[in-house]
């Protein structure tokens, strides 16, 4: 039977064909989709949003040590977190087959950079596969559990935007693994799995072997590493998405098609190299293929005419193999350039009854502060019409770098701090940077945006909230009893949709010395659902000010109304978008908003 499926929903079914008993990750896209996708197959399936990639990482390790076949998900920069957990991943082995399910961002989508994860298989010397469509998305799961447990090795399952989001046709199968397969019970094996000095030097040696004579020829054998052949003249070696693109441009050019793509299969190479004209090798961002094929002695184009950084489209491949010569002109086709023109620009911005608003509102009003931010649905605080805070780098960081900020005050500026995080960052990265305040004295103050859920990823679970992904009610963490544990006794709870109270909270406690903690708590709208009556303008009373607008609520608009004293066109409030969060009413210096009348 065959489905229409995009790619993280095939790489869930292969989970499931392949007899995956446990799945852990932490939401990021392009990822996200593929544990949502796992709870289909909850009755035999464990599935769970872990509080960081490494968390993650480690239980899915110790679900591989216990017997059961195992993977974690991520989007590319939570490999970062996940380091220190798979780099020893690949000392260890892994009992049952283990599988590290990376999605990178090439074009930068939703990140913060554009690092090319294939880096990291050489790295850890761990193998690597990549699905170029969604039938290989849950056909590679298989083929690359059984490969993990063969060798005793994780694999890294790298997938990207263009596979995780795009639907293709997909040969559905049977589930092939069950509890009768699963081991006996562990026994202990210090010298395999304790990652002790003593221990770890043995098994260098054994790594290395692995990887260079063992691997290589998997590589070189495995059958999603294949030669076609076709016109001699042209030999291209491309893997993941490219590939199509490749072979939609050159359908008659000889093709190395790589899905195991660390490490790479030297035989089939130098097959390759010695069977053509020229070798041309397409690879999205860093030359890692071309890289090694130039190692081994092969000459080869590449980065020279290809881009290292965004997509590489079908387009873009048309164009640059035209200009270095390798395709006719009149072959380039123009209407394979699907990128809309002459579009009105739009700055993205926060929801209909975000609770984030008030914060950044207030935020842009007050001088003299230095504001840390991080990575969330409030990093749109930096855009228009806010224009409120000064950094954004990694999850925690807003707590970390604003530390970093007050410590190395020389210049004694007189600036306050103020660091910011989500609820689900806090969990997933703050908590080590506030320990850290906690016990070196930082005089800072430190915001906690609470909006109960992962909301930029799409509404995800983390401890603070009273379900997991798997639907099980849980108690949630009590954060500001979590704070005060820690030793922080300033802790201060505000409604977010209170515009003035959240205003007098962050004043006061800017004004007290030492460390304080501001929770400022309320759903998202796209949890909570519950909208209220849109409010609407008194046009009589309004003179055009603005103030409302400086709320960045889509649901506010001009009218053609001009008021006659000030010469600005008067606001208005669409119900459609409008979701009744009552803060344009707040904020009004006219009062000119309002409960509509019966």
């Known amino acids: 039977m065959k489905r229409l499926m995009t790619g993280n929903e095939a790489m869930a079914r292969g989970c499931y064909e392949a007899g995956v008993k446990v799945a852990t990750g932490y939401p990021g896209t392009p990822s996200s989709e593929i544990l949502e996708n796992m709870v289909q197959y909850k009755d035999v399936i464990y599935s769970e949003w872990s509080t960081n990639e490494k968390t993650a990482t480690e239980a899915a390790i110790g679900a591989a040590f216990a017997g059961r076949r195992s993977i974690t998900t991520m989007k590319q920069v939570g490999m970062n977190v996940a380091a220190d957990a798979f780099f020893f991943s690949a000392y260890t082995g892994a009992r049952a087959g283990f599988l590290i399910v990376v999605a990178d961002d090439a074009g930068m989508f939703s990140s913060q950079n554009e690092q090319d994860n294939r880096h990291y298989a050489p790295f850890a010397k761990i193998p690597m596969v990549e699905p170029a469509d969604s039938q290989e998305a849950k056909d590679f799961v298989k083929i690359a559990l059984e490969l993990s447990e063969k060798w005793d090795v994780p694999f890294i399952y790298r997938t990207c935007m263009r596979v995780a989001h795009s639907a293709s046709p997909v040969e559905l199968g049977e589930r092939v693994w069950d509890d009768e397969k699963l081991p006996d019970k562990w026994v202990r094996d210090q010298e395999k799995y304790v990652c002790s000095a003593m221990w770890a030097k043995k098994k260098r040696p054994w790594i290395e072997e692995r990887m260079i004579n063992q691997l290589v020829e998997e590589s070189n054998n495995i059958s999603i590493n294949r030669l076609e052949w076709g016109d001699r003249k042209l030999g291209i070696i491309a893997s993941g998405p490219v590939y199509h693109y490749a072979r939609e441009i050159f359908p008659d050019a000889t093709f190395l098609k790589l899905g195991m793509t660390y490490p790479l299969p030297e035989k089939l190479i130098h097959e390759l190299a010695d069977g053509v004209e020229q070798v041309l090798v397409i690879e999205e961002l860093d030359p890692f293929i071309e890289q090694q094929v130039k190692a081994m002695g092969i000459k080869c184009i590449g980065k ?228 209220k009556p849109a409010p609407v303008v008194d046009i009589n009373k309004c003179n055009g000010c603005g103030t409302c607008f400086k709320l960045g609520c889509s649901a506010i608009a001009r009218t053609d109304i001009v008021d006659e004293k000030t010469g600005f066109k008067k606001s208005s409030v669409d119900p459609v978008l409008c979701v009744g969060c009552t803060m344009c009413e707040q904020v009004c210096p006219r009062h000119a908003i309002g409960p509509k009348a019966d």
């Not at 086709?333 to 009854?353: N, Y």
């Not at 016990?439 to 909006?451: F, K, R």
Request: aromatic fraction near 8%; include cysteine.
């Open 304 to 531: 020279e005419i290809f881009s290292r950084y965004g997509e590489l489209l079908t387009h873009d491949i048309e164009l640059a193999c035209a200009k270095a010569g390798l395709l006719d002109w009149s072959k380039v086709a123009e209407q394979r350039d699907v990128t809309p023109k002459d579009l009105p620009g739009r700055s993205p911005c926060l929801c209909p009854g975000c609770p984030h608003r008030s914060t950044f509102f207030n935020l842009a009003k007050m001088k003299d502060l230095i504001i840390v931010s991080d990575i969330g649905c409030y990093n749109l605080g930096a855009l228009a019409p806010f224009h409120a805070t000064d950094f954004m780098g990694s999850m925690g960081a807003g707590f970390g770098v604003a530390h970093g900020f007050e410590i190395a005050d020389q210049l004694k500026t007189g600036q306050k701090i103020i660091g910011i995080v989500g609820d689900s960052t806090f969990y997933h990265n703050g908590v080590t940077p506030l320990l850290n305040m906690v016990h070196n004295g930082s005089n800072i103050t430190l915001m906690v945006l609470d909006n109960s859920t992962t909301a930029m990823t799409g509404r995800q679970d983390h401890p603070g909230v009273p379900l997991t992904l798997m639907g099980k009610p849980v108690k949630p963490i009590d954060m500001e009893a979590f704070v005060r544990s820690m030793g922080v006794e300033d802790v201060v709870k505000v409604d977010a949709f209170d515009v003035k109270a959240v205003d007098k909270t962050i004043r006061d406690a800017l004004n007290r010395e030492g460390l304080s903690f501001v929770i400022v708590q309320g759903p998202c709208f796209q949890i909570s659902r519950k909208a």
